[in-house]
């Protein structure tokens, strides 16, 4: 029994020294709404063993999976909220950026209004609106007979850049496990888009640990829309 202690303790010590998995987890932290196959393509690693580290990163609560859309969703525990992972993945469509992206700019537009501007059929609006309904980005509303749409709470939150952000709860769980699991962590360096840690453990080499999150970005899609809201008042002045 003692020596079943001691191996389970051994293979403990390696949870985040484990240069691959540190990898792995490095990445499910800077790339909200991640699947599996957009993970292993970053890795020259085989699937089998990319899967077994990340049920070892589950099993110490580093990490948590989800199922949304027809695929599993891979995030850090509190780092980011299972909301906005899924936001993340509904927003990884192009025509979801682009409606998305109308709402922000027609608060309280209704279907009609999106499906003339960005020339979208409106069932494939609807599609698309349930699907941020569910990720929290977006709220219906009934106006007469039209449906309406406004920013939910996560919605709000990426028109503010608050979503993706390293705070002190995510830092504090985030060394509670390390130190569970006999590693001696050691902030180098945090602010609200950037961690370094030192990671000590009694008879195996240092390790660090970096992670840099960025907001997310909608690159052509917002000079679209700028175009769009220019046509639109010039359209209205003439």
């Known amino acids: 029994m003692a020596q079943r202690r001691r191996r389970t303790k051994e293979k403990r010590l390696t949870l985040l020294l484990h240069p691959l998995r540190r990898e792995?987890?490095?990445?499910?932290?800077?790339?909200?709404?991640?699947?599996?196959?957009?993970?292993?393509?970053?890795?020259?690693?085989?699937?089998?063993?990319?899967?077994?580290?990340?049920?070892?990163?589950?099993?110490?609560?580093?990490?948590?999976?989800?199922?949304?859309?027809?695929?599993?969703?891979?995030?850090?525990?509190?780092?980011?909220?299972?909301?906005?992972?899924?936001?993340?993945?509904?927003?990884?469509?192009?025509?979801?950026?682009?409606?998305?992206?109308?709402?922000?700019?027609?608060?309280?537009?209704?279907?009609?209004?999106?499906?003339?501007?960005?020339?979208?059929?409106?069932?494939?609006?609807?599609?698309?609106?349930?699907?941020?309904?569910?990720?929290?980005?977006?709220?219906?509303?009934?106006?007469?007979r039209k449906t309406c749409y406004r920013l939910g709470e996560v919605g709000l939150k990426i028109q503010e850049e608050s979503i993706n952000t390293i705070s002190s709860t995510y830092v504090a769980a985030l060394m509670d496990i390390l130190e569970e699991n006999c590693l001696h962590p050691e902030i180098e360096e945090v602010t609200k888009d950037h961690l370094t840690l030192r990671i000590e453990c009694p008879g195996k080499e240092d390790a660090t640990f970096s992670i840099s999150l960025s907001q997310w970005t909608f690159d052509e899609e917002w000079e679209d829309a700028a175009i769009t809201q220019e046509e639109k008042k010039a359209v209205e002045e003439t």
């Open 24 to 144: 792995i987890y490095r990445i499910v932290c800077e790339t909200p709404g991640l699947y599996f196959f957009e993970l292993s393509s970053e890795l020259t690693a085989p699937h089998g063993t990319v899967n077994w580290h990340l049920r070892k990163l589950e099993e110490a609560n580093l990490i948590k999976s989800t199922k949304f859309g027809g695929k599993r969703v891979y995030f850090s525990r509190t780092l980011r909220s299972e909301d906005v992972e899924k936001a993340f993945v509904v927003l990884k469509h192009s025509t979801a950026r682009k409606i998305f992206i109308h709402i922000i700019n027609n608060e309280e537009c209704h279907q009609t209004q999106i499906a003339k501007a960005l020339h979208v059929h409106h069932d494939t609006i609807r599609h698309h609106t349930l699907r941020m309904e569910t990720a929290g980005l977006v709220e219906s509303f009934k106006d007469g």
